[in-house]
Every structure is written in C-alpha cells, then in structure tokens.
C-alpha cells in the first residue's frame, strides 16, 4: 500500500486550532472533513474511537508537534455526522462508525461486481464478499460486517439481492 | 389486498439454503487454511532460529509438527475440492431446472397458439381466400370486356378528332429557317482608314 499523501494544511500549525473567524473556521473544517474521510479511506478502517484518536497520527502531528483538541474533533465529528459520512455508535459518543461512501455507494459496487460476474440467481456468504479470493481487487474488499450488511440491506430495498438468514448462517442471493 | 403490507414472498429456495451451508463450509475451511499457512511460516522462521542457536532436538520436534500441519492442510485441500464440486452441481442443476422450466412454459403457449388455429380452420380460412381472388378475377373480366360496338364507334370517332386538331398545331409552328450564309467582312485596313480620317476631323474642328 502506498503512503498517505497528507495535504498542505497538516504541516501549518494553525491548522490543528480552530479558527475565530467564521469564515476561514468554515473552510477549516471542511479541509479537516475531507482529511478524516481520506485518512481512514486510505488505511480501510471503519471505525473510530474519540480517545485513541487524538493520539494517533490523524489528530496528531508530532513533526511540527501540534495536536487537535478534543473539541474540535467532535466539531469536525459533527460536521462529519450532519454529512452522513459517521454516526455515534453509542449516547456517550466515545466511538463512530465512519463511512467514506454511502451504505447505498457500496451497495450498487457490489451489484457490479455480482452482475460482472454472473452472480445473479446464484447465493454468496459475506465472508466471500468482504474477504473471498474473488473481490481481492475490489473497492469493497475488507468492508465491515456492518457495513456491508447495511450495503446489502439497500440493495434488497431495491430488489435486486435477498439477504439470507437463518440459524448461524447469512449470505446474500443477488438478483 | 391482504397483503398489501405484508412481507414480500422469499425468492430463496431451500437449495439456495443449501448451498449457503455448503459455502459457509468451504469459508471455514479456507480460513482454517490461511490459519494453518501463518503457523507453518511462523515455524519455519522459528525452526531456523533455533537451529541457528543450536537447539537441534526442539528444532527437529517443530518440523515434525510443521509435516502433520502440511498433512493437515493437504487434506483441507481436498474437502475444500470436494465442497466446491458439490456446489457447482448444485448450481448447476439450478440452472438446468431454469432452463427445463423456461422450454416447458414455451411448449404450452405454443400448445396454446395451435389450439387457437387448428389445421382445418387454415385449411378453410386458405380455401375462402382462393374463392375471393377467384371472384375478384371474375369482376375485372366483366370491367375489362364491358364496352358496346357504340362506345368502341364512339371511341374511335374522338381518337380521329384528337389527331386532326393535333396535326393543324404543327402546321402553324412551322417557320422559315434561319439563314447560315455569313455577312461579307469589310476589309481591316479601309477600317483602320476611316477611323484615323475621324479622328483628324474631329482634332481639326
């Protein structure tokens, strides 16, 4: 996997404290918006925990040793949340689930994928579909349970697939 | 009506149902698989070490272990085969049954399309047809041959009067030829003459 390419603005240090002014905070946020969906885009992760957050690389730039507050990360949080890009896993709001595409985005990638490959009319675990030798290429590949299960959950609403659920066992038939 | 708000009917079968069983099976064992293949790289590494260290006897007990897990993971190799080949039957035989299904409905509504033609109705159907182009030949005869010795006479007589007034237009839109002779050239020099005496006139007066 190749380097995270940071943007310009992680190595001013202005960047990691918010911004008095309502105009230049806007585009502030924005720019840090875009950075949190393409950091965990980059290094696949579908989650994130507020607390371990503000240690790790994201939040923190120990080259120019600057850190974001753990305000302005809920404000970027929210930013994020009002998007549709996260949602709080719990009331607490300790842990996220993070989604740089829509539910309904991987959704119709799977469908490609399925009609692509003469999946239609056929059954397929989720397991195959996030970690199967077939989909090693695929943008989906390595995708959360619960993300994929939403994903497909979109797909059914459509009726295009059928989730299958029955003792210990779930897959999907596309259609 | 009934059910307007109820669940949509499943299109799952119970062999779909199978093979999701069967699948889940094969997902097992290939995680099984890779579990296996990251224990025998880890032995290896860890084997190499202790030979480097001079632990001969643990080093030749981790190789030993190292043999049964490459058994282990030869005969996962072959139920993973065999699950495999088991599914692609049955998927097989799912689309086979599609087919069968889709060349039974076929034969039906031909069934169907023959019943609403039967051989006598074409059979009728082609003999009134005959009877009608026969009528019809019959009906254009009597226009064709429909004329008296009169109207022929009548005919005739108007055919004649056509030619004659046609023939008259012809004589009066015949004129004389236009004459070909050429006119007779006045020589270059007599011209070249009097334009040089007009010119002195007119510079004179």
């Known amino acids: ?175 | 009506m009934g059910n307007l708000f109820g669940k949509k009917k499943s299109r799952v079968t119970e062999q779909d149902k199978a093979v999701l069983q069967l699948k889940e099976q094969r997902d097992k064992l290939k995680q099984y698989q890779r579990k296996i293949e990251a224990n025998l790289m880890r032995e290896r590494q860890v084997a190499k070490t202790l030979l480097r260290d001079g632990k001969k006897e643990k080093a030749k007990v981790l190789l030993k272990k190292k043999r049964y897990q490459e058994q282990v993971l030869s005969k996962t190799d072959n139920q993973l085969s065999n699950l495999e080949q088991l599914v692609q039957e049955i998927e097989f035989a799912q689309v086979e049954a599609r087919v069968i299904e889709g060349l039974k409905t076929g034969n039906e509504c031909l069934k169907k399309m023959h019943q609403m033609m039967s051989f006598e109705d074409v059979e009728r159907i082609m003999e009134e047809t005959q009877e009608g182009i026969e009528y019809q030949r019959e009906i254009d005869e009597l226009l064709a041959g429909g004329l008296t010795e009169d109207d022929e006479a009548a005919v005739l007589e108007e055919l004649a009067q056509l030619t004659g007034v046609e023939e008259a237009g012809n004589q009066l839109e015949q004129l004389p030829d236009v004459p070909m002779d050429k006119l007779p050239e006045i020589e270059q020099e007599e011209r070249r003459k009097e334009r040089t005496e007009e010119r002195e006139m007119v510079l004179a007066s």
Request: net charge neutral; glycine share 4%; proline share 3%.
């Open chain 1, 1 to 175: 996997m190749a380097s995270f390419q940071w943007p310009w603005q992680y190595e001013f240090p202005p960047f990691f404290t918010l911004q008095p002014n309502l105009e230049t905070k806007k585009k502030q946020v924005a720019a840090w918006c875009d950075l949190v969906l393409a950091y965990h885009k980059h290094h696949k992760i579908f989650n994130l925990d507020v607390k371990e957050s503000q240690s790790s690389p994201l939040f923190n730039n120990t080259k120019i040793d600057r850190k974001l507050s753990t305000d302005a990360i809920y404000s970027i949080l929210e930013e994020l949340r009002v998007k549709g890009n996260i949602e709080w896993t719990d009331k607490t709001r300790a842990q996220c689930l993070v989604m740089w595409r829509t539910p309904e985005e991987w959704g119709n990638l799977i469908y490609r994928w399925a009609s692509g490959c003469g999946m239609t009319n056929t059954v397929c675990t989720l397991y195959e579909l996030a970690h199967g030798d077939d989909t090693k290429r695929e943008e989906f590949f390595g995708l959360d349970d619960w993300l994929l299960k939403r994903a497909l959950r979109t797909l059914e609403k459509q009726r295009k697939a059928e989730i299958m659920s029955f003792g210990t066992s779930e897959g999907v038939k596309f259609f």
